[in-house]
């Protein structure tokens, strides 16, 4: 889900970096300095995620993991993600360094809704439904990543609404696979380490 150098307008680019770096210094702000290899932890598990592609039709996705990111870390999740897409454009010129605010920011914010979302069910019904909780702050980490993805190229020109739209229909699979690996990784995390859970605010 990176976004290339040379396709977005430098309005969107600029927005892109301002919103990401606003994002990186409340994850900064708020993070728990205990738990910076938990941070680690997770950034390579993002790196490493997104490197494995699945073909779909003439082209491919990959894993994302900004929804598990963004329920076990909260906002710290904008310095995470940060760190491994920059490690990407520098290392394998996934995305660039003139998207890589944009980039951040499509899927940083993305994770840091889902975990709203998350913590939203739980306030409400209590860990009964931690399981159907994670699911959907797994999904819908992916989900809004490809909308605002979607939005950064239909902004930059409204030629991209049709490849905007193939995005989100090619990450369809992705939503549901993460939404399940969510799942299984909070149920697992909620019973050997319930600690990693309580995500600041």
């Keep these: 889900m990176h976004i290339s150098e040379g396709v977005l307008s430098p309005a969107v680019l600029g927005a892109g970096a301002a919103l990401t770096a606003l994002g990186t210094a409340v994850g900064l702000r708020r993070l728990d300095y205990d738990r910076i290899m938990t941070v680690a932890l997770l950034s390579a598990a993002f790196f490493v995620g997104s ?3 699945i073909p779909v039709g003439v082209g491919s996705v990959h894993l994302v993991l900004n929804g598990l ?3 076990l870390l909260g906002w710290a999740a904008f310095p995470a993600i940060l760190a491994a897409l920059a490690l990407q ?4 010129q996934y995305g660039g360094l003139t998207a890589l605010g944009v980039n951040t920011f499509t899927m940083a914010f993305g994770g840091v809704l889902a975990a709203w979302v998350y913590k939203t069910i739980i ?3 209590g860990r009964g439904l931690l399981r159907a909780a994670a699911f959907c702050g797994g999904a819908l980490g992916v989900a809004l990543a490809g909308l605002f993805t979607a939005a950064a190229m239909t902004f930059s020109d409204e030629s991209f609404l049709t490849a905007a739209e193939l ?3 090619a990450h ?3 939503m549901l696979l993460e939404g399940v690996m969510t799942l299984f990784t909070v149920a697992f995390i909620a019973k050997a380490r319930p600690e990693m859970l309580e995500i600041s605010e």
């Design 51 to 53: 490197l494995v592609h």
């Design 69 to 71: 990111l963004g329920v």
């Design 89 to 92: 454009a520098l290392l394998f």
């Design 123 to 125: 306030r409400i019904s």
């Design 167 to 169: 995005l989100l229909l």
């Design 172 to 174: 369809l699979p992705v």
